[in-house]
């Protein structure tokens, strides 16, 4: 089946789908989608042999049990999520949040910098952005899905109140502009650049990792705060804001560059190592990391 064709075949079954449980409780939704999930990724195997191959790599000294219900774990909240982002009120969810290290952000805008927020796929990211921009400037980086009328639908779900979001390809002069414009820029640490990046180690193991936060931070002098998204036990969202990390020791070279860029990115992994079914498991993060151009 052509792409086109299979695309648009996959977004109207998600349209009879999306318009037929709309109108239930989100807490049903939340359950539908979660056990929805469990079965497409534990019983049909969508993307659970990459989750498995990751899963063993970084925790080679935990058995397959524990391996397989921190995989279960993570379908399950990969499903509240989605429910959440595609059915929720936020105003509502924004109710349930709590924080920790909100005055770490203040303290980092005020610098007058603008600010570089690190974060990666945890909890429900896509709340934490929202949360943030109903109290500052806010934009941020996305990919765009491979189902363009996917991409289009969620599109329209993020956009909200002046959100600014940045198309990953185009993305260099627009963040600049921004951070000129004193907003804060959300980065996600934890994305595969491929033959774009340059290989750090990520969660002990070397990956190809973008480059952009420590660059841009360490030319423009804009203060890096890391930040995770967590759903807490009682199905909560806790947001945590690190202290900021600033670039004034680093220069300019592919070995500061490195340094800058694991140094941020270790204050997320200790997260994902705490937490480990609250992470994206299914991404190919270490996948041809070998390619990475940028020495």
């Not at 000294?61 to 990969?78: A, F, G, L, T, V």
């Not at 934890?190 to 030319?219: C, E, Y």
Request: one cysteine or more; aromatic letters at 10%; a positive charge.
């Amino acid at each position: 089946m052509k792409k086109p064709l299979q695309s648009k075949i996959e977004y109207i079954l998600f349209l009879g789908m999306y318009y037929s449980i709309k109108w239930l409780p989100l807490k049903t939704i939340k359950l539908l989608a979660s056990q929805l999930m469990i079965f497409g990724g534990m019983v049909l195997g969508i993307r659970r042999s990459t989750a498995e191959k990751n899963l063993k790599m970084v925790f080679p000294e935990k058995s397959d049990k524990e391996r397989n219900k921190i995989m279960k774990e993570m379908y399950r909240q990969m499903g509240k999520t989605a429910a959440e982002t595609y059915f929720g009120d936020f105003d509502k969810l924004y109710d349930d949040v709590e924080l920790e290290g909100w005055e770490n952000l203040e303290e980092a805008l005020a610098m007058n910098k603008g600010v570089i927020l690190a974060s990666c796929h945890t909890g429900n990211w896509e709340l934490a952005g929202r949360f943030i921009h109903e109290k500052h400037k806010l934009s941020v980086i996305y990919k765009k899905l491979r189902n363009r009328y996917m991409n289009d639908f969620t599109y329209t779900i993020r956009d909200n109140k002046g959100l600014i979001l940045i198309d990953v390809k185009k993305a260099l002069r627009i963040i600049l502009k921004l951070l000129k414009e004193k907003y804060i820029v959300t980065i996600m640490l934890d994305q595969n650049a491929r033959k774009n990046g340059m290989i750090t180690n990520f969660l002990g193991h070397p990956a190809s990792t973008f480059v952009g936060t420590a660059k841009i931070a360490i030319k423009t002098k804009t203060p890096i705060v890391p930040a995770i998204a967590l759903r807490l036990p009682n199905d909560k969202h806790k947001f945590i804001f690190e202290k900021p990390i600033l670039s004034d020791e680093y220069e300019n070279t592919p070995e500061d560059i490195r340094k800058l860029t694991e140094k941020v990115s270790q204050q997320l992994e200790k997260y994902i190592l705490k937490y480990p079914e609250q992470w994206f498991w299914v991404h190919r993060r270490w996948r041809g990391y070998k390619k990475a151009r940028i020495s």
